[in-house]
């Protein structure tokens, strides 16, 4: 399920919230990223899926890529497609944590034949939330877990714990960004509050 537009949030709103997560992350302001993705975590809360809840396995969030020249908004999901056990990984499925995290330009799928190029943590650690079936958290963890930002599913967000965007919009967001930050590292921003 995709929202009928896109975000619409305006730059003044995102630099300022984005601002706020990057001063809450214990970091210095002065040091604030000149390009970055600003993700919202269940943006659309209020106008899709369960009202005043951030649901699971629809497009409810929404991303902004920021540059001094550049601001674009797109649908997407940050959240796993679905709470409780994941079989192939043996624990319950990951949700990233708010906060700044590194994200680079890598292959999503490495070992698969139809793998193709995306973006994610690229060796650097990440905070997830291991989420059981009722939405509780069973427990925190750092580390690799190939958290990536990718093109999600027709029929779904196919994600077990990645950030995804539409694959309607996944061609136009990929070649954005990848344009913006080539093979640099960039910061990840993703809040879990919506703007007021």
Known sequence: MNPPSKPQATRA????AAREWWVQGGKDVALFPSKYVFAVRGYYEDSMGKKDQNDVGINDDAFFIVTPTHFSSWNGNTD???YG????????MARLKPGCWSFIRL???MSSPNGYMAFGQGGKN???ERIKQDGSVAVTESGQFGINLHRGGNTGTSSEGCQTVP?????DF???LSAIVGKDRFDYILSDKPFT
Do not use: I, L, M, Y
């Not at 709103?13 to 300022?16: G, K, L, M, Y």
């Not at 056990?85 to 319950?92: E, I, R």
């Not at 694959?167 to 061609?171: D, G, Y």
């Open 13 to 16: 709103q995102v630099e300022a």
């Open 174 to 176: 990929d070649k954005t």
């Open 167 to 171: 694959p309607a919009q996944w061609s």
């Open 126 to 128: 990440v905070t997830v």
């Open 80 to 82: 796993p497609s679905r």
């Open 85 to 92: 056990w994941n079989a192939g990984a043996d624990k319950f």
């Open 107 to 109: 292959k999503h799928k």
